[in-house]
């Protein structure tokens, strides 16, 4: 702990410096503000769609165009009653395959395999996000409400899978999904990881009141261009939220600013 805050008082006075160097926006006071918050980190942990790739690849639109398509078929209902239930299961359950699951008992291994066949052609290699993950110094783990394959495949797109020491998804979390508090006491169980010297980036909200609680470091990863992307209100409420410790629009801008720090 000593040593922590010597090293802050050694690099505090060059925070200003750094701002520019790093090319962003930030005032002295933010740059201080994610040096106190992110020197003692050891475990980076990063939520995967539309955190690790942008909103407006869509990618995440297939996904649940195929759930809408897989509910209809499976319920033997309209499209717009699937749309209704897929979206309710989502709110109450935190993904449509536990509503499923609990209020109809779908099996899951099928489902997660039809709703993840989707084209992955939008996904293209982000080396400047490979190389700002990989020079941040510690674990870096991806914590998925998806399956591993799902991760494996948007990964190796990108090409950022090599910095990654494992995944935890949607198995792992005994198909219980984030922000269920369980699923965050299995992942830091599994991984042993300790949550005060730990970061998550997410782009929803909701899912990082409990990491928040355990005492992780928070960042919400926001879309630069929202409007172009179908997103619900109650996704985008909550940016103002005590338990979101630092708002980015780019992560990689973001990442390079705290390996500059650290
Ligand atoms: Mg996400």
């Known amino acids: 702990m000593l040593l922590a805050r010597q090293l802050l008082e050694l690099i505090l006075p060059t925070a200003s410096l750094l701002a520019s160097e790093c090319g962003n926006n930030e005032s002295p006071e ?21 955190t690790l790739y942008p909103h407006h690849l869509n990618l995440w639109e297939q996904v649940d165009g195929r759930i809408r398509d ?4 499976f319920l033997k209902v309209t499209h717009d009653e699937a749309f209704r239930l897929q979206k309710d ?19 899951p291994d099928g489902f997660l395999e039809l709703v993840h066949e989707i084209d992955y052609s939008p996904l293209t290699p982000d080396p400047a996000l490979g190389a700002a993950i990989a020079r941040l ?5 991806i914590l998925t409400n998806g399956t591993r394959r799902h991760a494996e495949t948007v990964m190796r797109r990108l090409e950022i899978e090599e910095p ?24 830091l169980a599994r991984h042993r990881v300790d949550p ?9 909200s909701r899912n990082l009141e409990v990491p928040h609680a355990l005492g992780m470091t928070t960042v919400l990863v926001v879309p630069t261009g ?31 600013g705290i390996a500059g720090n650290a």
């Open 226 to 256: 929202t409007r172009e992307v179908f997103r619900e209100e109650w996704e985008l409420a909550g940016r103002d939220a005590p338990h979101v410790d630092h708002v980015t629009d780019d992560l990689t801008g973001f990442l390079r």
């Open 196 to 204: 005060a010297k730990a970061a998550i980036f997410e782009d929803l």
């Open 164 to 187: 990654f020491e494992d995944i935890f998804d949607i198995a792992a979390a005994e198909l219980e999904p984030k922000p269920r508090p369980a699923v965050y006491d299995r992942f």
């Open 30 to 50: 933010m740059i201080e503000r994610k040096i106190r918050d992110f020197i003692a980190v050891e475990t980076w942990v990063f939520d995967l769609d539309n």
């Open 70 to 73: 897989y509910i209809a078929g």
């Open 89 to 107: 299961y989502y709110r109450r359950y935190g993904t449509s395959l536990r509503g499923l699951m609990e209020e109809h008992g779908l099996d």
């Open 137 to 141: 110094s510690g674990r870096k783990l």
